[in-house]
């Protein structure tokens, strides 16, 4: 099975579990899943085999640093009492680590990877077309004037 065929299942999976999620009111849960995992799914379907394997390492190493980076932030705000998570403004669903819930840990898993994925598919889509970069020395006189 290739990368992209995968990629669609996954997201038709997805799909399936945010429909759950919605008919369950577990509405944090379902936006994660329609806002970022499928997308991140299908994009990372589309541009896996425009990249070299230094691309994807990269990605992945962004990828964990982020997650756990924004993770720690994440788990001492609530611990001190920055911002927490109320089941009165939302239903969410009852895994949670540090007084966290699980959707929290998806996001922050998630919403890099779609930005980053947005990067690689211009990116392939730019080399594609034939759109080259412009050098600092083309875009100074743009900015000065």
Avoid at 6 to 30: E, F, H, K, P, Q
Avoid at 31 to 44: A, C, G, K, Q
Avoid at 102 to 125: G, M, T
Wanted: aromatic residues 18%.
């Amino acid at each position: 099975m290739t990368m992209r065929r995968a990629c669609a299942w996954l997201a038709a999976l997805s799909l399936a579990a945010g429909a759950y999620c919605v008919g369950r009111d577990y509405i944090y849960m379902a936006v994660n899943l329609f806002v970022f995992v499928v997308p991140v799914l299908l994009l990372l379907g589309a541009a896996w085999s425009f990249h070299d394997r230094w691309t994807w390492m990269a990605f992945f190493l962004e990828l964990a640093l982020v997650f756990t980076l924004c993770v720690v932030i994440e788990i001492y705000a609530v611990d001190a009492g920055y911002w927490g998570f109320s089941e009165d403004m939302d239903r969410y669903i009852p895994a949670r680590v540090g007084g966290i819930p699980a959707e929290e840990f998806l996001f922050w898993l998630w919403a890099p990877a779609q930005n980053l994925l947005f990067y690689l598919a211009f990116k392939a889509l730019f080399i594609r077309l034939g759109v080259g970069r412009a050098s600092l020395g083309d875009l100074l006189p743009m900015i000065s004037s």
